[in-house]
């Protein structure tokens, strides 16, 4: 099992920046393929991105490509999402979630293939 605790949500105006962080517990974080999420007021949870347990591979949303950049540090136990050019329409709470997978170049973008999930950061990008 895995916990997840995210952080590193705030106010910030468009055009900002901020740098989520999802710390995992646990010694087999390398095994886990890493997901951010978001879900805005009103609406369905929506995939951001994924990385994969080396971070070698990643994907994107189109919404966020370009402007948002997934990483992680199995060293610190720990996925970052780095948000550049902030709209308002980026307004949410972000989830980070795992899934365990063998390979090492696999990413998931599906929410239902995700078993783990961390509380949430809310992000509000004002205009």
Known sequence: ???????????????????????????????????????APGKEREFAATTSRNGGSTDYADSVKGRFTISRDNAKNTVYLQMNSLK????????????????????????????????GTQVTVSS
């Open 1 to 39: 099992q895995v916990q997840l605790v995210e952080s590193g949500g705030g106010l910030v105006q468009a055009g900002g920046s901020l740098r989520l962080s999802c710390a995992a517990s646990g010694r087999t974080f390398s095994s886990y393929v890493m997901g951010w999420f978001r879900q």
């Open 88 to 119: 308002p329409e980026d307004t949410a709470v972000y989830y980070c979630a795992a899934v365990a997978k063998v390979l090492l170049s696999t990413v998931v973008a599906a929410e239902g293939k995700y078993n783990y999930w961390g509380q």
